[in-house]
């Protein structure tokens, strides 16, 4: 995969007509098991984890489920069919690697596949993760905030993190505890998208209520502890924590088949169902818990941005950042 331009215009394909239909569904399936950190807990109509209940206010149900599952194909697009971007077997194939935030743990099983003598965990605040794992690979509830219950012994050789936005409230120290969980000379790749839609040609300032809640969400991720909008500091967060050979790989992902280029229209049509799936479960838990709405007056919100979202003459995208970073081999 070319290193990415995120300044370079994509040209607008006039001949076509947009559709947020049109990407093929992808549905994952998990498995229930009895135990405690397996209870949910509902409300507005969707499913959210029961471990420390409140802290990430996103649902974890069969429909955020499958948008996770477009976004892995999404993440994966966008970096040419690719799972990460580090340089990860330079110097040495990965013997340990740890995904945080795994949900349904889709990129961990690839990577098993893909390393199959490599040890994969993979943690979360809800247990949404098949129980058919491969052997190399397995997965168990954890709060990325708190301190790690991994040894010295066990350092990884790569730490990964994907669309974690809104369960960190403090990044810094989340990257320092990642840094001190790594063996020399091991990797942390954080994958990110902005919060925050654009365009090229000013067409976004047509979506008048898209604007009007992307500033809501940023303000209410805010006062909600866990800001959404962060992929633009991570790179700067990894220098403060004493990372080495930090890179933001930053790809601009079309929302629509608006682009003439036949690659970045599949992937405009992903990445429109992905910001469509997207509106429901970002909005419900901030506007009810954070800013007061009534869950009426929520899902009044989400009609209408989505509906702003099936206008064909927006010509949208959002920035993808694939952060990475090293930490030292002396250190
Ligand atoms: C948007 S999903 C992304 C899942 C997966 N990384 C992917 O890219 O498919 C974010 C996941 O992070 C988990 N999460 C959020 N805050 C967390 C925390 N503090 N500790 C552990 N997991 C957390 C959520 O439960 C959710 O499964």
Request: proline residues 5%.
């Amino acid at each position: 995969m070319s290193q990415p331009n995120p300044n370079e215009r994509i040209q607008v394909d006039t001949s076509d007509e947009d559709s947020v239909c049109d990407a093929d569904s992808i549905a994952d399936s998990t498995l229930s098991i009895n135990s405690s950190v397996r209870d949910y807990y509902y409300e507005n109509g969707r499913r959210y984890h029961a471990y420390r209940q409140g802290l990430y206010p996103l649902p974890n149900d069969e429909e955020e489920q499958d948008r996770l599952a477009f976004i892995h194909h999404l993440f994966r697009l966008l970096i040419g069919g690719d799972l990460y971007r580090a340089p990860i077997t330079r110097d040495r194939r990965p013997e340990r690697i740890l995904d945080i935030g795994t949900g349904t743990g889709v990129w961990a099983l690839e990577m098993a596949e893909y390393f199959p003598d490599a040890e994969i965990v993979g943690t979360d605040l809800s247990p949404i993760q098949p129980n058919f794992a491969p052997p190399n690979c397995r997965f168990f509830v954890d709060d990325a905030e708190s301190d790690w219950a991994f040894t010295q012994d066990e350092a990884f050789d790569y730490i990964h993190v994907r669309a974690l936005c809104g369960g960190i409230a403090d990044w810094k120290r989340f990257l320092q505890q990642a840094y001190s969980h790594l063996k020399p000379g091991g990797w942390v790749e954080v994958q990110e998208y902005d919060a925050w839609v654009w365009s090229d040609d000013g067409t976004h300032e047509q979506a008048v209520k898209l604007q009007e809640w992307q500033k809501l969400l940023d303000s209410s991720s805010l006062m909600f502890g866990r800001r959404m909008n962060i992929a633009p500091a991570l790179a700067g967060w990894m220098r403060e924590s004493g990372y080495a050979n930090v890179t933001d790989d930053i790809y601009k992902c079309p929302v629509g088949s608006w682009p003439k280029n036949p690659r970045l229209k599949e992937i405009g049509r992903v990445g429109k169902v992905t910001l469509y799936d997207a509106i429901e479960p970002y909005t419900l838990a901030l506007w009810t818990r954070v800013l007061g709405y009534s869950s009426q007056e929520a899902q009044e919100w989400v009609d209408q941005v989505r509906a702003e979202l099936l206008n064909t003459s927006l010509h949208t995208h959002v920035m993808f950042h694939y952060v990475y970073a090293q930490r030292p081999v002396d250190r």
